[in-house]
């Protein structure tokens, strides 16, 4: 296996088509409906028309949900209102149907693949396909050890990629990127704390699940320890994903990189997505501008984020379920986008 050089990401991901986006922007200019009378849809239109290299646009028919799932070994620590070790429960919930996102997928017909990075359960209490790239069961304890090791997260690494290439070259046009994680978002927050160069207190959030006092308190000096260790290895960002990541987070990273190299959008969830973009955006500065965010969590690590990415969320409706569900809820105003910038007429 050749060594991973992530400086390659940053040759090959182009930004969207200018041109095709200011054609899209002329058509747009001819429509019957008045400019402005559509807002942000005349936007996400547009955005999509540059995607797509096309105008008008193609409908969105192909939608995919995305979620990556780990255990974090922080979690041990009190740091969320789920039990640590507790990632199996979701992933079984999503796999029976029976979660907040695969309600809202089944609804939008978008098949949902959950990918096992590291949860901690034995390989055969979930179904093969979900398990196939496990690189370990449980990322380490950020706060006093590695997430990973070397190794692992370049295994991780190149999983996410793997991952992107399959969407890609089955004809996925757009990705719905979530997590299933317990523990996922201190370590999402580290990252988005180390990069932004902030306190452990200005990133911590209360969670998914909302914590109370003292488990905030518990979160806010796992990630400050988190920080100290992760601040020597800014310069490196797989380093940092195994110092202070996880497999679940290293992947995701992986993956966003491949899917702008392959020219596939994605919309972003919670807060772990927004803090893997940002570490991509790291690698590549023009990875971001194929990629949407679906929702504004309310997590405070996930504002500092996305406001360092310069991406503006779609809806905010206070949603804190994690696992992908905000962005699904942002995947009709995707579609209904794309919809009137393919059918609505031209004026003669």
């Known amino acids: 296996m050749s060594a991973l050089n992530l400086d390659d990401f940053a040759n090959l991901i182009e930004r969207p088509d ?26 996400l239109g547009e955005w999509l028309a540059g995607v797509q290299q096309q105008v008008p646009v193609r409908p969105l028919e192909r939608p995919r949900v995305v979620l990556f799932a780990g255990d974090h070994g922080v979690a041990e620590l009190g740091v969320s209102a789920r039990p640590a070790g507790g990632t199996r429960d979701l992933v079984r919930a999503v796999l029976d149907g029976a979660s907040p996102a695969a ?51 370049e295994a991780a690494f190149r999983a996410g990629m793997s991952l992107a290439d399959e969407e890609a070259d089955a ?18 927050s580290t990252l988005i704390a180390a990069l932004c160069g902030t306190d452990a207190s200005v990133v911590t959030g209360r969670g998914g699940a909302p914590i109370d006092d003292l488990a ?46 392959r ?18 955006q790291r690698v590549a500065f023009r990875a971001p501008d194929w990629w949407l965010a679906g929702q504004a969590s309310g997590e405070p690590a996930q504002a500092k984020a996305l406001d360092r990415i310069a991406l503006n969320p779609l809806l905010d409706h206070g949603v804190t379920a994690g696992e ?18 393919a059918e609505l007429p031209v004026r003669d």
């Open 103 to 153: 309600v809202l997928a089944r609804g939008a017909g978008a098949p949902v693949r959950v990918v096992d990075m590291a949860v901690d359960c034995a390989p055969e209490d979930l179904p093969e396909e979900v398990t196939r790239h496990r690189v370990r069961r449980g990322s380490g304890r950020i706060d006093i050890e590695d997430a990973l090791t070397a190794e692992e997260a």
């Open 216 to 261: 905030w308190m518990r979160k806010c000096a796992a990630i400050r320890d988190a920080l100290r260790r992760a601040r020597p290895v800014l310069g490196d960002q797989l380093e940092l994903l195994a110092t202070v990541g996880g497999a679940d987070l290293t992947a995701m990273t992986g993956f966003l990189l491949q899917s702008a190299v």
């Open 324 to 341: 992908g569900t905000g962005a699904l809820l942002a995947l009709p105003l995707v579609r209904a986008a794309a919809a009137l910038a």
């Open 263 to 280: 020219r596939t959008p994605v919309i972003l969830d919670g807060v772990v997505s927004a803090a893997c973009a940002l570490v991509a």
């Open 18 to 43: 200018g041109g095709v986006r200011r054609d899209a922007e002329e058509r747009r200019a001819r429509l019957a409906v008045p400019p402005g009378a559509l807002g942000r849809l005349d936007e």
């Open 171 to 188: 004809g996925t046009d757009v990705v719905v990127l979530g997590d299933l994680s317990v523990g996922g978002t201190t370590a999402a």
